[in-house]
């Protein structure tokens, strides 16, 4: 500044006023744009750290909802194996198989088991209430969460109807058809009956939309997991 100062004096003193307010004005344009210049870094950098805090919100909501799969594996899997042993008790109770008697106990033993992920927290409700929200500006991936915890909220209340059915309907029926120390049937006529066959039924079509269910938010979660990697790949 004293550099511009000082010729800016010798001009005025020299008497080329012309040319003394032609400097005054370039001096002038030369602040401005130093000035404007500063405010564009300082929004580049504002910009910088959005978009890393962008991209690290992306990357927490991939290692969420990747640990999320892993869960909804097991409960595929768990859910998978009752399901078989409940339709096998199915087929022995319609054909009437006596023989079968002490596997169809070992198998109505277990009617009491159920999976249960009962997830707890919402993603996209946590990115709204911190204002991370804000952040993100791949609409298509913000969605994806939405449709994933909407997923997620239909799971739990298809577990709270298991386990509702368990214990209205399951427990008392089996407490008073099966000896629970052992497995063992005691009274054959109410275990191989109709409203025995239809408690099984009915925990079966629950467990088969559990299964649905569980299996729409492992693949939902791979294409959100798809469209992030995307995303960090491409301005990361």
Known sequence: MQFFRNIRQKLFQNGAFKKYLIYAILEIFLVMVGILLAFQVSD???DRKDRM???TTYRNIRDQINNDKDRIRGQISGNG????????????IESKDLTQKDTLGKIAFN???????DRKGNIYETLINSGQIKL???????NRIKELED????MNRMESIHYDAVIQYVVPSISTTIKLSTGEIQNVDAVYGFEFQNLIYSLIHI?????????SARDHIDGVIEL?????????
Do not use: C, P
């Open 44 to 46: 580049w950098d504002s």
């Open 53 to 55: 805090a962008e991209l």
């Open 81 to 92: 194996h009752y399901l078989s042993m409940f339709q096998m008790a199915m087929d022995i």
């Open 111 to 117: 009617l009491t088991n159920y999976s249960d992920y």
């Open 136 to 142: 993100l500006h791949n609409l298509e991936i913000v």
């Open 151 to 154: 997923l997620y909220l239909y």
């Open 207 to 215: 467990m088969q939309e559990k299964d649905q269910t569980y299996k």
């Open 228 to 236: 992030i990697n995307e995303e960090v790949e491409r301005n990361g």
